[in-house]
């Protein structure tokens, strides 16, 4: 089975901080993603990686950063943490392009307060 | 106007009842995808179709790529059942396939 880990749970932070958000993927995918998940809003896309090093925006993107400096590995940064950035963050990875499938496969995810 | 729609947005049914949730689409999409979120926040997915119907266990899943439309059944529900169940679609990029999701349909089944 595919398994996707995110570093915390739970994280709370004051306004300001700098956020490291981790996910790592064991089944070897070429595409990851990180959502934010709002009530009323949905899953949003922040950005995704199709590659290692390589990067897009998604829907959603200021306010963050990404990096992926190996394949398994995802991390989503918030430079400086605001209130509005208070949600859930739930990281994704899936197959990859023109390899069969693109049904992603989530973490648990990361309930972020923001104080 | 969000490109998924989802209806209802909440659900209460008691166990055993036959249940359908609705999924309406705007855009050009390369597949449809329905997801199962429980409380805690983990999501799994159930079905990806691009035409047709797909069946696992109690859950059938359809859609009509002419009118832009999916719906997910639940036969014989349960108080498991219980979760939020999010349809979504995808599309390419280019560099990767991208989903777009509705708002989710909150589901209760009592017994």
């Known amino acids: 089975d595919v398994k996707v880990t995110q570093s915390s749970r739970y994280l709370v932070k004051r306004t300001g901080e700098k956020v490291f958000l981790e996910c790592v993927q064991d089944?070897?995918?070429?595409?990851m993603f990180w959502y934010r998940q709002d009530p009323g809003l949905g899953l949003r896309l922040i950005y995704f990686?199709?590659?290692?090093?390589m990067k897009e925006k998604g829907d959603i993107p200021e306010g963050y950063s990404v990096s992926r400096e190996k394949k398994e590995r995802f991390s989503l940064i918030l430079e400086s943490a605001s209130t509005n950035q208070t949600s859930m963050y739930l990281c994704?990875?899936?197959?990859?392009w023109g390899r069969g499938t693109d049904t992603q496969y989530f973490g648990p995810g990361t309930r972020l307060t923001v104080l | 106007k969000n490109e998924v729609e989802q209806s209802p947005q909440n659900l209460t049914a008691q166990e055993g009842e036959f249940i359908t949730i609705n999924c309406s689409y705007s855009?050009?999409?390369?597949?449809l995808h329905w997801l199962q979120q429980h409380p805690g926040g983990g999501i799994v997915s159930l079905f990806m179709?691009?035409?047709g119907k797909k069946k696992h266990g109690r859950l059938i899943a359809t859609i009509n790529i002419q009118e832009k439309h999916s719906s997910l059944h639940i036969t014989a529900s349960h108080p498991r059942d219980s979760a939020v169940y999010i349809c979504?679609?995808?599309?390419?990029?280019?560099?990767?396939?991208?989903?777009?999701f509705g708002t989710g349909t909150r589901l209760q089944v009592t017994l």
């Open positions: 990686s199709y590659d290692v090093k």
């Open positions: 089944m070897d995918h070429e595409n």
């Open positions: 179709l691009s035409s």
């Open positions: 979504a679609v995808s599309s390419n990029t280019g560099t990767a396939s991208k989903l777009t």
């Open positions: 855009v050009g999409i390369s597949a």
């Open positions: 994704a990875s899936s197959l990859g």
